[in-house]
């Protein structure tokens, strides 16, 4: 569930801005983000509230500091990926940043289980970064007078478990990334893929209620950066985990993201489920973003449903709304009856050989709104 504020963007069947702030009101919602503000330079401490009625550039010509991050409000639910993406600059690595301090936020609430982090003594923050959140840099930043095995304990090292028990906790997480016998390997013994899986590893050890991924694979060659998505899929699969992963990259964050926050310049432009942003973009920007992605690896039958006629056979295949238009395709070649597209027992549409063609072809028709 997410929600933004400038611009206030709600994408075609995405969930309103009000239940998203009821169920972080409720305590659903595992990190929630409220109207989070980043200034770089000099008037950053005398800035005593939010500049809202300025533009990014007009505050830096007056002020010569910088916006990083402009009004940010998001919530993350346990164990969905929640991807962060935009081009360099767009303020999403200093985001990810804010969210455990690493940056110290301007304004603004970072909530994680209703708990406020900007309000944690260091004490309580370092507890944070120790026990309940783990990153996962670009640069692996592996320690390379230091085996594989204890590389992956390390965390657990810095929190003060003991040794017998830290290196049977890395064994585990050893096995779980598929580096069994590379336990008494160096970082430069090890592939670029390897070493990411040994950060993977290492962040997995510390049993983190949120993972954070800081671009980590827009360093590694194709083939290798798509076994490591596939990686995380699997882990999140196996592990259930929070995650929240910033990228530059569109297709890793459809492929990823349970939900996208798309940033620019600082702000959130658009929020909401892959669908959501491919087949209902908020602006020429998001547009340009997804111009070349095939909508129906992407978007489900309830974009391309339209109501039955009296013409229609309804006895064809079923399918819910929910299900992606190349998963029927099919079921859309065997029968020359529409597919009737059901939820709950309930009819909601039909979607005949036409718009499936159509949107395999990418051809819009005049109204793709659900």
Same mark, same amino acid.
């Given at each position: 569930?997410?929600?933004?504020?400038?611009?206030?963007?709600?994408?075609?069947?995405?969930? $309103?801005?009000?239940?998203?702030?009821?169920?972080?009101?409720?305590?659903?919602?595992?990190?929630?983000?409220?109207?989070?503000?980043?200034?770089?330079?000099?008037?950053?401490?005398?800035?005593?509230?939010?500049?809202?009625?300025?533009?990014?550039?007009?505050?830096?010509?007056?002020?010569?500091?910088?916006?990083? @991050?402009?009004?940010?409000?998001?919530?993350?639910?346990?164990?969905?990926?929640?991807?962060?993406?935009?081009?360099?600059?767009?303020?999403?690595?200093?985001? /990810?940043?804010?969210?455990?301090?690493?940056?110290?936020?301007?304004? &603004?609430?970072? !909530?994680?289980?209703?708990?406020? /982090?900007?309000?944690? *003594?260091?004490?309580?923050?370092?507890?944070?970064?120790?026990?309940?959140?783990?990153?996962?840099?670009?640069?692996?930043?592996?320690?390379?007078?230091?085996?594989?095995?204890?590389?992956?304990?390390?965390?657990?090292?810095?929190?003060?478990?003991?040794?017998?028990?830290? +290196?049977?906790?890395?064994?585990?997480?050893?096995?779980?990334?598929?580096?069994?016998?590379?336990?008494?390997? %160096?970082?430069?013994?090890?592939?670029?893929?390897?070493?990411?899986?040994?950060?993977?590893?290492?962040?997995?050890?510390?049993?983190?209620? @949120?993972? +954070?991924?800081?671009?980590?694979?827009?360093?590694?060659?194709?083939?290798?950066?798509?076994?490591?998505?596939?990686?995380?899929?699997?882990?999140?699969?196996?592990?259930?985990?929070?995650?929240?992963?910033?990228?530059? *990259?569109?297709?890793?964050?459809?492929?990823?993201?349970?939900?996208? !926050?798309?940033?620019? *310049?600082?702000?959130?432009?658009?929020?909401?489920?892959?669908?959501?942003?491919? &087949?209902? $973009?908020?602006?020429? %920007?998001?547009?340009?973003?997804?111009?070349?992605?095939?909508?129906?690896?992407?978007?489900?039958?309830?974009?391309?449903?339209?109501?039955?006629?009296?013409?229609?056979? +309804?006895?064809?295949?079923?399918?819910?709304?929910?299900?992606?238009?190349?998963?029927?395709?099919?079921?859309? @070649?065997?029968?020359?009856?529409? /597919?009737?597209?059901?939820?709950?027992?309930?009819?909601?549409?039909?979607?005949?050989?036409?718009?499936?063609?159509?949107?395999?072809?990418?051809?819009?028709?005049?109204?793709?709104?659900?």
């Amino acid at each position: 569930m997410t929600t933004a504020t400038e611009p206030s963007v709600t994408s075609p069947g995405a969930t $309103p801005a009000a239940p998203a702030r009821e169920a972080s009101a409720a305590g659903t919602s595992t990190i929630s983000v409220r109207s989070l503000w980043k200034i770089f330079g000099p008037a950053e401490g005398k800035t005593t509230t939010p500049p809202t009625e300025e533009s990014s550039q007009e505050f830096r010509k007056r002020t010569g500091s910088t916006i990083a @991050v402009r009004d940010v409000s998001f919530d993350v639910e346990p164990g969905e990926i929640f991807v962060v993406m935009g081009l360099s600059g767009s303020g999403k690595s200093t985001l /990810i940043r804010c969210l455990t301090r690493l940056i110290e936020p301007t304004f &603004g609430e970072i !909530l994680l289980d209703g708990d406020d /982090i900007r309000k944690a *003594d260091q004490a309580k923050l370092r507890e944070l970064r120790r026990r309940r959140f783990s990153m996962v840099f670009q640069h692996f930043g592996l320690l390379p007078h230091r085996r594989v095995l204890d590389n992956i304990a390390f965390g657990l090292e810095i929190r003060g478990d003991s040794k017998a028990d830290r +290196l049977a906790v890395a064994r585990r997480m050893l096995t779980l990334v598929g580096l069994e016998g590379h336990a008494n390997s %160096y970082p430069d013994q090890l592939s670029g893929g390897q070493q990411q899986r040994v950060g993977l590893a290492r962040a997995l050890a510390v049993d983190p209620e @949120v993972m +954070l991924f800081d671009e980590p694979f827009s360093a590694l060659d194709p083939l290798i950066r798509r076994d490591m998505q596939n990686e995380v899929l699997r882990l999140h699969n196996e592990v259930g985990k929070t995650m929240i992963f910033i990228t530059h *990259d569109l297709a890793e964050a459809l492929k990823l993201g349970d939900h996208i !926050l798309i940033m620019r *310049d600082g702000r959130v432009v658009q929020s909401g489920r892959p669908e959501d942003l491919v &087949g209902a $973009p908020a602006d020429g %920007y998001v547009e340009d973003f997804v111009r070349e992605v095939p909508k129906s690896r992407v978007l489900t039958l309830r974009w391309i449903a339209r109501p039955p006629t009296p013409e229609d056979d +309804l006895t064809g295949p079923t399918f819910p709304s929910t299900a992606v238009i190349r998963t029927v395709v099919h079921a859309a @070649v065997a029968s020359d009856k529409p /597919i009737r597209v059901v939820d709950d027992g309930a009819l909601v549409g039909v979607v005949d050989r036409v718009q499936i063609l159509n949107a395999i072809a990418g051809v819009e028709g005049e109204d793709t709104t659900p």
